[in-house]
């Protein structure tokens, strides 16, 4: 695709339920991040993908926290049991996989735990 | 602390008119800052990128300048539009070659007609 797509735009959710957030990476791009933009907070870096190696888990705040790309392209990131606290903008981005190359970022999930 | 603080949080112009946003970073060592565009309800994009040995860098209205001796950079907007409101994010890559930049909070920009 053009950029990088993000679904859905928006996600309220009950406390306690699961959600899952979807990124369309820009076709090409072997690299993959998740972020998180908390209100008045700069973005907070969650995970990242490169090819097929490990990824990097190191950003995930807690276990409740888990994504996964399949097939190098598309990735999805899960939350189980949401807390109110996990209300933010899910940001995903994707670069060219070379280190320090410019990252082109979705327009994000807006996710609300009430 | 944070490693990148902005100022200011917020402000506000008058179209047409020029403004200088701060960004000073604590980060070392330093590879690359950036600064980048978040309309709201989108990504952040680009604006301009600038290495330790770069002292400013422009993009069509907009001008970066980098001091990496007393670690800040600005970021001046000539002649503001309308479209120019929007958060406006540094971001400080720590290492050559690494992913994991650190953004500052931003500072969110409202030019009125």
């Known amino acids: 695709g053009a950029g990088v797509s993000q679904s859905p735009s928006n996600k309220v959710t009950e406390k306690g339920k699961d959600v899952e957030l979807r990124c369309d990476p820009i076709s090409g791009h072997t690299a993959l991040y998740w972020y998180r933009q908390s209100l008045g907070q700069g973005l907070e870096f969650l995970i990242y993908?490169?090819?097929?190696?490990?990824?990097?888990k190191s950003g995930l705040p807690s276990d409740r926290f888990s994504a996964e790309r399949t097939g190098g392209s598309v990735s999805t990131l899960t939350i189980q049991r949401t807390q109110q606290e996990d209300s933010a903008v899910y940001l995903c981005a994707s670069s060219s996989g070379a280190r320090g190359t410019e990252q082109f970022f979705g327009p994000g999930t807006r996710l609300t735990v009430l | 602390k944070n490693q990148v603080e902005q100022s200011p949080q917020s402000l506000i112009i008058l179209e047409g008119k020029n403004c200088t946003l701060q960004?000073?970073?604590?980060?070392?060592?330093?590879?690359?800052l950036r600064w980048y565009k978040q309309d709201t309800g989108r990504g952040p994009v680009s604006l301009t990128i600038?290495?330790?040995?770069?002292n400013t860098k422009s993009n069509g209205r907009y001008t970066a300048t980098l001091d990496a001796d007393t670690k800040q950079s600005s970021l001046h907007i000539t002649a503001s539009q309308l479209s120019d409101s929007a958060s406006y994010i540094c971001?400080?890559?720590?290492?050559?070659?690494?992913?994991?930049?650190?953004f500052g909070t931003g500072t969110r920009l409202k030019v009125l007609a």
């Open positions: 993908f490169q090819g097929n190696s490990a990824p990097d």
């Open positions: 971001v400080v890559s720590p290492a050559s070659g690494t992913y994991k930049y650190i």
């Open positions: 960004c000073n970073y604590t980060v070392s060592p330093f590879s690359n």
């Open positions: 600038m290495t330790f040995s770069e």
